[in-house]
Each structure stands twice: as C-alpha cells, then as structure tokens.
C-alpha cells in the first residue's frame, strides 16, 4: 500500500502476545488515525466494559499522512473509552507517531492488562514486553533516558506515563520527548490501568507515495503557504509569549473557576512586560514536531527550576486560573504537572474548583490537609499539585477528577465542578461566541481546548462572512451574537477537522491557519494513489462522527450531557470586550437541535438509521440497534 | 561554481524534514534511517543538531576505500560513491570522523550525501535556513563581518567606559 504502512498492531498485555492485522480492513471506510481508533473501539468494546476493564482498547493512530514530510503531519490521536465512561481522543505530536509509521504499522491497538508492570519494545517487527517494575514511579523524562539507556538506542522515540497514570489519576497523560502529550482526556490513566508503563518504537521501514515527485511538489506548495501566512510568522516572531496577554485582550480569559472576566488592558499589558522579560532571559531554543515549519515548544532554562518545554496551555491555564502573571511560577507549574504527568488545563480547573469552595466557605483548611486554598496563592497552589500528583492526602479526592472531588466533599460543590461530560473544562470564556459554546457542549470527542475557529473571531466583518459562506452556506453565521445557523456551522467545522484526524495533520493548521483543506487532501491523493475530493474525507468524518455517537449513546450518553456549566447562563460577562455578552438557554438549545439536524441524529441526539445507511455504515446500525434493545430490555 | 553545504544549527528546530525530503528524493521512500543527512536529537533537552557530509578536501572515506570507488566529482567538490566498484565492505564507515557514511540495510548499500546534482533537496525545504547552499569563498565571509562587529560594539563600550573612569 501506498501512504498507509499496511498493517495494525495488536498487542495483548494479558498474554504478553503481538499480532498483525491488515489495515485494509478498515482503511476504505475509516481512512486511518481517529477513524480507525474509533471503529475498532465501537467493534470490540462492549458498552458495559469499564475504562479501567481489560478489556478497554487504548488505540493509537498516527494517520495517513503520519510519517511523511506533509507539513504538521506528525499528530498521532490516541483513542480510548477514557475514566469519563464515554469514547474520547486526542493528539500528541513530537516523533512518536512517525516512527510507528516507519516501523510499519497504521495503527497500534493495546488491549488486556499485565500482570506486572511491563514497557513495550517495537523494533520494526520485533515486539518485546520488557519489565518496567523499575520504572515504576519514575517522572516521564527520566522514565525516557532509562529506555533509552536499556536500549541502547538514542534515537529511539518512546510515550509514556508518570506517576499520575500509575495511579490511574482521571486526568493523567500520555507523554512523548520533553513537551508534548496527549494531555486532556486521561488516557495515562487508561494505560496505567494496563501495568504498561511506556511504549518504545524504532522504525527503519518507511513510507511508501505512490506520486513522490507530485507529492513533494505539494508539500513544498504547503510549507510554503504555512510560512507565509500571517497567524504563523506572528507566532514565530513572538515566540509563543503574546498567547496570554493576546487571549486577554480578546476576551477570552475568565478568571479563577471561570468566575468572571476582569483582566483588562492594564493585565495584558503586565502579562507583555513579564513574558518578554522571561523570554529574554531564560529562552534556550524552539522545537517543532516533525514536518512542522512552525516550533511550537519553547525550551526554557531557568535557574532553581530547571530545564523544560512546557507547552503554551502552561500560559493560559495558569495565568488567568490560577489569578497569576508571573511566568516563573507557570513555568514551575507546567513542570510539575509535566513530572507527575498530569494535564494543565484538568489541574488548573482542579485548584481554581477548591479555591472557589474555599472562598465560598464550603470547604476549610481542614479539608485540604492544613492548606489554605486562598486564590492565587502560590504555595498552596504547588503544594496542592503534589498531593494531586502522588495521591496523598487530599489529593485523593482528584483521582476521577473534578467530578469525583465534588461528590466526596458533598456540600453543594458539584455545583462548581466545571466539566462537560465528566472531562474538566477548558479555561476559556464561551458567552459570547455562540457556536464555539455549542462546540464545546455537543462536540463528544474533541475533549481538549482546541475545537474549532469561528468565521467571526478576530476577522473584519466582510471576510467572516465570506467565509462563513463558504463554509456552511449562510454568511449570518459570522456573527458571533447570533445563534442562527450555529448548528450547521459547527457542524462544518467538525468535519473539517475530522478530517486532519484521520489525516495525521495537525489542528493548528485548521484552526490558525486556513479552514479549507484542498492541499491536506490532494496530499493524501498523492500519497496514496487514490483519486479523492474532499467530499470524499468529509463523508468519512462523518462516519467518525457518527460511530462515536452511538459507541457513546450505547455507553449511557443522553441530549442532557451535551451540556455546559449552568454557571455559563443567565450571568452576563462581567468585563473585558465582551462585557455584557450572555448565554440563553433557551437559544441554546435550539443550537443543539440546529447541530443534530445537521448531522442526521433524532431530537435525543440518536443517529437516525437513515444516517447510518446513507453514510455506509449499515452493519454498524444492526449493531447499535442490537445493543440498543438489549439495554431496552435490561431496563 | 564551488559551493559548499552550510549548516547553521542554531536555526534548527529539529523538524527533520530535511531527512524525509533526502530518503524521499533519493530512495524513493520517506524513511529518515536511509537519509543521507541525519538530525541528532536530544529530545530531553529540547536541541536538534543537523549533521551533513563535510565533503572533505582529504577525504579518509576515500583514501581507505580498497577498490577506489569513492571518488570526487570536480564540477560539484562532491565525495561520491561509484557503485559498479564499490564492494559494501564499510571501511569508508569505519574511518568517517563525523559518521556521514551510512549503510543502508534496505538496499544493503553504502550511502552518502551527494549534494543531489548541485541543487540539495533539504536547503530547499530546510523552513529557517538552517542548511544553506553556499559559494565556498562567501563561506566565512558573513561570519567574519558579524564577528568583526561585535569586537567592535565590545571595544567601544569598553574604551568609553574607560574614558568615564
């Protein structure tokens, strides 16, 4: 085959046995990286399996382009029926993704649980379970450089889990190199569950194009479109350092618990001063994925701290959450999350949550073993991640997250448990941009931050509606006020970026950059010598849609989880641009049967069996029908 | 025109694109092992280093060579392999001080950067310039005024810094 590698990896940790599958099983209908994931999660695991069953399937999909030099293809999504109960995925970036493509696989799909802690070895079609018992307890970078070592090979990429995921802590991530994860969502957790500490690859196959004078031709029509673009060189130049006074100044940063928007100009300006000063003085280098012209981890040396590459989520979620600008303590922060192997965004959410009930008066010193979770306050706010990050004391109560926490203290404190469907919220304010308010709620998957761009956000007015025409038929939908069309826009947008999902391509590019996606599709023409228009990947996203609907609606899914926080309703904006914005309930409900529409699901949020069969998927409808009736009959 | 390879490792972000694009152009495969320039990765410490043929003048890959296939292509400086002599036995590895000469073990070929005809596919998709392709004589010449210029900030500051004491 040309473009996929060819083959699925299954390995069995319950019996310690590797197999090989041909990726042509699925690769017509499901392409490849989520797609993939999805369809075997929705065949083999059965809706009563429990994430940290055996029997769970952790997938990682590197995607049709993962591998090759097409530029950002280098995101492997990691897919799992996570610690929430319901299917979710992810991206992590760095090398990982392309080395299993050049060890041969599509996709590796991780199925059982170890008796004992074990690491996997992949030397092109050599699997080894090695023991990890030493490499329990070990921080992610460490845990790396003693692989490395055992190995005996420096080139080796390897991800792997921190004490969080041992301790199957629901926010715990997967880690590759020094900076990047598969970091919201839990699978650390997922694979902590398993006894697999690690999985180490080396690739010396290849991939094979099926047009590689072409296909080069383009990649370089692509970098070279990715450089020039204004988004990208402004990321460049800045070196990442304007992500949070820029996120301020556009309205987008609500503080504490997404209490309220009061950081104005005077704090952005503040945030500027501090992040050019700690740039000047601790910056080192930049790194990019592979294939990525544009570096997005910024390495820092900073002395009493030391050596690290948080990603830029370390300068939101612990900015405005945590009600702080100095850059030393985000960089502490985004480090020790990043050695317990925990997510930015699920602690930032987890101590402004105990904050908020601490000010509240819900919950005391007492509670937290002797610290005081004033907001803000530095030692406490550190003192609590190590809790959190070993499980010790109080931090016990974060082991299924925000959502667990609330119903051990009681008290009212769900209230303030800020998630959606059972994941921690993104720091981010919604109120006043509707459709993305509706993509956080409906969109079941994409659990991390970056979901979709709207037409509206920062664009003049007649480009938005250009745009917005262009894209889901109706130029109303640039304006961010509006509820009208937002359901189709969203919509849209989703299979948009289910596209470079199944690609291997990284969201930035969709989201940042450009929405449209002729160059990622002709790649993929190219790559695999099969004709496709876009319409064709949008279909197969589609599918990807659909099947997560009904994986999660047989798991117990109802209209009522897509949802957000009450807190985001009825309360105006309280500063900032937006100062004034709100969110109707009732207009936003009426997004979500505009969104259902859309994607051909009942006013319940069930696929209709027409979707189903118009998208190709009749055999999956028997089996969501026969699963559907016998939780009929279960009652 | 004698033009040379020039790497810049501080505008290296370690994408590795530059192996893709060699494997691709060369072998016909993306598959960095069988690139002829390689990108050494600390992953820990967040640096990437590119690591090219240095087409030495005195090549030791050439004098040990038993069967004299390696040879140097006059209208490029380039070292090159003649294949219809070269007989695998990896001496030319053994002697290579910066490990630039690479065994192929798909092809079961020996392999090495050959400047791909005077037009290097990795300068071209290289996105910070960090691999240049540059005229011989105009090598250093940037580095020396740069240098030059910095003596000259440092003197000044200093000599006006002595005039005030």
Redesign the interface.
Known sequence: MFGWSGKILRIDLTEHKASIEPTQLYSERFIGGRGINLKVIFDEVDPHTKPFDPENRLLFGPGVLG???A?TASRMQVTAVGPSGFVTSSGIG??IG?EIK?AGFDNIIVQGKSDTPVYINIRDDIIEFKDAVHLWGKDP?KT??IIKDEIGDP?T?IMCIGPAGEKLVSFSCIL????SAAGHGGYGAIMGSKNLKAIAVR???????AK?AE??NA??VM?NDI?ENPVCKAVIDSGGRTTAPEAVRAGLAPMGNLENTLWDESIAKELDAKGNEFWKRYR??????????M?H?Y?FDVPGIG?G?PKCAAWAEFAWPLKNTDYNFMFKVGMLCNEYGIDFTSTARSISFLSELYHRGIITENDTDGIAMRSGDKDAIIAMIHKIGTQEGCGRIFQNGVVGAAEQIGRGAEEFALNIKGVEMFSSELRPFKAMALAYAVLQINVDGMVIMEPGMGKPKEEAEKLALQLCGAREAADLATYKKKGMLVSALEERVGVVELLGVCKWYMLYLTPFLELPVKLYSLATGIDAAEEDLFIAARRMRTLAKAINISRGLTRKDDALPDRLFGNPVSGGIFKGATLDKCEFQKMIDDYYTACGWEKDGIPQESTFHALGLSAEWKTFKRRMSREMQNG | MDKVLLVNPENCHACRTCEMVCSATHENTINPFQSRIKIIQWENEGEGFPAVCAQCEDAPCRAICPVKAIYVDESLSSVMIDYNLCIGCRMCIAVCPFGMMHFDSVTRKIIKCDLCEGEPICVKFCPYEALEYVDTAELETGKRREGAKQLLKFLRKTVSTQNNI
Do not use: D
Request: proline residues 4%; charged residues 15%.
């Open positions: 591998g090759t030099c530029p760095g090398r392309n050049y970078r790396q450089e080139e990429q590759t190199g020094m900076y690739g010396k196959k290849g991939v094979k194009i590689m296909f080069l990649c370089y970098r450089m080192v280098s930049s790194i990019g994925c592979a294939g990525c012209p570096h981890y390495v050596l590459a």
